[in-house]
């Protein structure tokens, strides 16, 4: 059907529609932001901007998986780089499979896969992705940003991860929050083995992304990539709640962390 055909209640259905496909494919989170939202809020670069690389694009389709707290609460580990690993691939084959949900319905519809930037020696020299899923997040309502630069949701903090399908299926976007999540704990950036965070004023720490990006190239040498440890210590989200302050033992940690990953090159 043509976009200027189809009246609102068309539009709300295929909304919907499109909630149902992807809860059915298992994801936990989705929200829905007009390409405009890049213009209006203008956080980051012309070139960045779905609209700039696809014309045609009319919105974005934010999908997100939770990350289970308590295997990334090991990390880093073995245990939190597979679960890293499966979430990536589920991501991708979910926003596949939606882009072709949309195909089959006639609209034009693909995925920006979830990380676009190669590997993480490239990130080290040149700490930025093709993408933003956080700020395609945060335009798709789904949370806000963090003081540690990730997307805080109400349901799993910043322990989720994204991926974005671009499509002309044009419905209704989402509205964008305007509650601050992130309570300025400062956990984030006491927990950071780098000292990567530091105050600057401004509404989000200012981040040293080479030192985080170097970490992670060691610990991917190591078998247990990534770090993610300053949304393991967040405490902002439902997950957080059901498990406590903490849902993994010292020993287990420790249990985690040698097994099959840093003693494996020692
Ligand atoms: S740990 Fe605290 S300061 Fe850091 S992102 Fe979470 S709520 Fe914000
Ligand atoms: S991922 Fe790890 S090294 Fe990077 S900022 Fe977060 S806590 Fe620091």
């Not at 696809?54 to 919105?59: A, D, I, L």
């Not at 945060?138 to 806000?144: I, M, N, S």
């Not at 030192?211 to 040498?221: E, P, S, T």
Request: glycine share 8%; hydrophobic share 35%.
């Amino acid at each position: 059907m043509r976009q200027d055909a189809m009246p609102p209640e068309v539009r709300s259905r295929l909304k919907q529609k499109i909630k149902r496909e992807a809860a059915k494919l298992g994801i936990n989170l989705t929200g829905f932001a007009n390409v405009e939202r890049w213009k209006e809020y203008h956080d980051l670069p012309e070139e960045f901007w779905p609209q700039t690389i696809w014309p045609w694009s009319r919105m974005v389709v934010v999908l997100g998986v939770q990350i289970y707290l308590p295997m990334l609460e090991t990390t880093p580990s073995v245990v939190y780089s597979e679960l890293y690993n499966t979430t990536n691939r589920m991501l991708d084959e979910c926003a596949y499979q939606l882009a072709n949900f949309l195909n089959q319905k006639g609209f034009r519809a693909h995925f920006f896969p979830r990380d676009c930037y190669g590997d993480i020696s490239v990130l080290v020299k040149k700490p930025e992705a093709a993408f933003s899923h956080v700020m395609a997040g945060r335009y798709a309502g789904l949370g806000t940003i963090g003081m540690n630069h990730t997307l805080l949701t109400r349901q799993y903090g910043p322990r989720v991860r994204l991926v974005s399908v671009i499509t002309d299926a044009e419905v209704h976007p989402d509205p964008v929050l305007t509650e601050d999540i992130c309570i300025r704990c400062g956990q984030c950036a006491k927990r950071c083995p780098m000292r990567a965070f530091a105050p600057d004023g401004g509404p989000v720490y200012a981040m040293d992304k080479h030192r985080c990006a170097g970490y992670h190239q060691r610990l991917k040498n190591e078998f247990r990539y990534p770090c993610g440890l300053c949304t393991a210590v967040c405490p902002v989200g439902e997950d957080r709640k059901r498990y406590g302050a903490s849902s993994v033992t010292e020993a287990g940690i420790a249990h985690c962390q040698n097994f099959g990953s840093r003693n494996a090159v020692e």
